[in-house]
C-alpha cells in the first residue's frame, strides 16, 4: 500500500504493544473481544496521526479477515488476530524492503533542515561497508556552512568531497560527476528547498538534467508532519522521487513521525536516520520496523549490528560461562556503546519492547558509563582479579575517576551478581534452546 502516512511512534508503539500483550495474555478471546480490541487499534491510530479514513481502511481490513473469513487452517482466532495485525500494520508501513543498487549517482534533495548533509555522509559510510567506493559533491551553497560541513563528514569517514569555490552549483555537478567518475557510487548532497518555491525548483530541475541522477531520494524528517505528502507531490513533479530517508526517528517531538511511501510517486523508504552518529543508519525493513513497533523485538537487525562492531567472541563466551573479569565487562559496555543508544537495543530484544521506562533505560545508561570510568582508573591486576580490591583501593580508584566511594561498591556489587547468575544460566540454560542459536551467529559453541 503506498500511501504517506503521518504517525507519532512513541505513543503508537506503547499503544500497539499495549494491544499485543491483551491478545497474547487474555484469558478468552472471543468475537466481542475482538471487535473491542480493532476499536483500540482504530483509536490508537487516530490519536498517532494516521489519516482518519486510513486507519477506518486498516481496521475493517482486520475486522474482515479476523471476523468474517474463514480463519486459516492450524491457527487458532487468537494467532489469527495476532497475524493479521501484524500483516496490515507492515502492509500499511511499507510492505517488503526497497532495494538501492549499487553504482549509482544518487541526489538528495528534500525541505530546509531535513537533514541531508548528515544524512549524506550516513550514505556514503554504508556504502563503505558495501565494499564500494563512494564520492559526495556539495550542492548547497544556499546555507552558510553547508559545504564545509559535508567535507568535515567526509574526512571522519575518509571519503573525498567535491565543492565549487566560485559557489557555482551547476558546475560543481559537472565537475564532481567528472572528478569521482571511477568511483561506484556519487552522492549529491542538493540544498534545502521548499519544493514550492520556483526559482529554487528550477535550480532543481537543471540540476536533474545535469546530473541524470539513477536515484532522487527525498530526505524527510520524522516530525514534518501531515505538509510531507503536499512537499512529496511537490518534488516528485520536478525531479521524480524514487525513494525517500526518514531522518530524525529518535526525536522526541513527533518521536517517528512521517514515514512516506507516497501514492503520487510509488517510492518507498529505503532508510531511516534514527540518532546523529554516522553509524545511526538503517536499511528500513517494513517487518522488522513492525516487530519493534508491538513491541515483539528485532534480534536480526541486533545481531547485524553486533557483527558490524566485530564484538570479541572470546569475551562474549566468558560472559556467558560467568567467568568474566573486569576487563571482560568493560569491553561489553563499550561493544554496547558502539551498537547506540540502550532504548534502541532493548527495543531489538523480543518481548522487552516498552517493558522498561526510558527513564530507567536513561539512568543505567548512566551507570554504564560511570562503571566505565572506574574500572579505566583500576590496574591491570585490579581489572584481572576484582577480588583483590579492598577498602585502601577502593578509596584510591574512587579519588582516580573522580567517583564516590559507594559508585565503586556498587560497580562491584553488580559484576559479583552478575557473574553468579550468569554462572547459574551457563551451566545448561545457556546451551539449549534460542541462547544457542544466538551463540551460532557468533560463532560460538556453548
Same mark, same amino acid.
Given at each position: ?15 500497539? @504493544? ?101 544524512? @549524506? ?25 553547508? @559545504? ?50 520556483? &526559482?529554487?525548483? &528550477? ?108 564484538? &570479541? ?84 580508584? @574512587? ?48
Amino acid at each position: 500500500m503506498n500511501i504517506e502516512f503521518d504517525i507519532m511512534f512513541n505513543s503508537l508503539s506503547k499503544g500497539l @504493544s499495549s494491544v499485543i500483550r491483551k491478545i497474547t495474555t487474555g484469558t478468552t478471546l472471543d468475537k466481542e473481544a475482538v471487535q473491542n480490541i480493532v476499536q483500540d487499534i482504530r483509536k490508537i491510530l487516530v490519536q498517532s496521526d494516521v489519516d482518519t479514513s486510513l486507519s477506518n481502511q486498516i481496521c475493517e481490513n482486520i475486522r474482515t479477515k479476523t471476523l468474517k473469513n474463514d480463519i486459516p487452517k492450524g491457527l487458532t482466532l487468537r494467532e489469527n488476530v495476532l497475524k493479521v495485525i501484524y500483516d496490515e500494520l507492515v502492509d500499511l508501513l511499507g510492505g517488503t524492503p526497497a532495494n538501492i543498487n549499487k553504482k549509482k549517482k544518487i541526489m538528495l534533495i528534500g525541505l530546509f533542515g531535513s537533514g541531508k548533509t548528515t544524512t @549524506s555522509g550516513k550514505l556514503a559510510k554504508y556504502f563503505i561497508k558495501q565494499g564500494l567506493k563512494p564520492g559526495l559533491v556539495a550542492l548547497d551553497y544556499h546555507r552558510p556552512g553547508a @559545504s564545509e560541513q559535508l567535507e568535515q563528514l567526509g574526512k571522519q569517514i575518509n571519503v573525498p568531497v567535491h565543492y565549487d569555490k566560485n559557489k557555482n552549483v551547476f558546475d560543481a555537478a559537472k565537475n564532481g560527476m567528472e572528478k569521482f567518475s571511477k568511483l561506484d557510487v556519487i552522492i549529491f548532497d542538493t540544498s534545502g528547498r521548499n519544493a514550492l518555491d520556483g &526559482n529554487l525548483a &528550477n535550480e532543481l530541475k537543471k540540476l536533474n538534467e545535469i546530473i541524470k541522477p539513477d536515484e532522487s531520494i527525498l530526505v524527510l524528517p520524522a516530525d514534518l508532519g501531515k505538509i510531507a505528502k503536499v512537499q512529496a507531490e511537490e518534488f516528485h513533479k520536478i525531479v521524480g522521487i524514487t525513494g525517500v530517508i526518514i531522518t530524525k526517528m529518535d526525536g522526541t517531538a513527533k518521536a517517528g513521525g512521517s514515514i512516506a511511501a507516497t501514492s503520487v510517486s510509488g517510492a518507498k523508504v529505503k532508510f531511516i536516520g534514527v540518532g546523529e552518529k554516522l553509524d545511526d543508519f538503517e536499511l528500513y525493513n517494513p517487518t522488522r520496523f513492525v516487530s519493534r513497533l508491538l513491541g515483539l523485538g528485532d534480534l536480526q537487525t541486533l545481531l547485524e549490528k553486533a557483527k558490524e562492531i566485530e564484538i &570479541n567472541k572470546d569475551s562474549v563466551e566468558r560472559v556467558m560461562e560467568g567467568k568474566f573479569t573486569l576487563k571482560d565487562f568493560i569491553d561489553q559496555i563499550e561493544a554496547m556503546e558502539k551498537m547506540g543508544p540502550m532504548s534502541q537495543i532493548v527495543n531489538m530484544i523480543p518481548g522487552m519492547g516498552n517493558k522498561i521506562s526510558e527513564d530507567k533505560l536513561n539512568q543505567q545508561e548512566g551507570k554504564l558509563k560511570k562503571f566505565k570510568h572506574i574500572i579505566q582508573s583500576m590496574t591491570k591486576e585490579e581489572r584481572e582479579l576484582p577480588s583483590i580490591i579492598n577498602l585502601s583501593r577502593i578509596i584510591r580508584i @574512587s579519588k582516580g575517576s573522580g567517583k564516590n566511594e559507594t559508585d565503586v561498591r556498587e560497580l562491584l556489587n553488580q559484576y559479583n551478581s552478575m557473574k553468579k547468575m550468569m554462572k547459574q544460566f551457563g551451566g545448561g540454560g545457556m546451551k539449549r534452546g534460542p541462547m544457542k542459536d544466538i551463540a551460532k551467529q557468533f560463532g560460538i559453541s556453548l
